[in-house]
């Protein structure tokens, strides 16, 4: 649930070069290629995230909807805009929420 909530940021601060509200701590808890063996006794608990994604799309469209199709620098991914990462962001984390999906089925 973390790396849902930080993924959006961390691309829109790549395309924007613009520091968003995002924790330094949740990149060390949910960045690429952590686990739950990098979690701490402050890392959130899951009705704290899942209350901050609840919050997410609205401080996102707050803070960037007069700017969805301002062009940027294209990432490594070629998105040029705020619309293009949130886009691509939502598709990526949809994949993970099947896998989550799939896992659960299995237990």
């Known amino acids: 649930m ?23 701590t949740f990149r060390k808890w949910f960045g690429y290629g952590t686990t739950p063996d990098h979690f701490s006794d402050e890392t959130p608990s899951y009705l704290q995230l899942k209350k901050r994604l609840e919050e997410q799309t609205g401080k996102i469209m707050q803070k960037y909807s007069r700017r969805l199709e301002v062009e940027y ?18 598709f990526h984390e949809g994949m993970h929420l099947q896998a989550i999906l799939d896992i659960k089925k299995c237990l």
């Not at 601060?13 to 924790?23: F, I």
């Not at 991914?77 to 939502?90: A, D, H, K, S, W």
């Open 2 to 24: 973390g790396h849902l909530y930080l993924d959006q940021y961390l691309w829109i601060e790549t395309l924007t070069k613009e520091k968003t509200e995002v924790p330094d």
């Open 73 to 90: 620098p294209p990432t490594e991914m070629g998105m040029r805009t705020i619309e293009q990462v949130l886009i691509r962001t939502i």
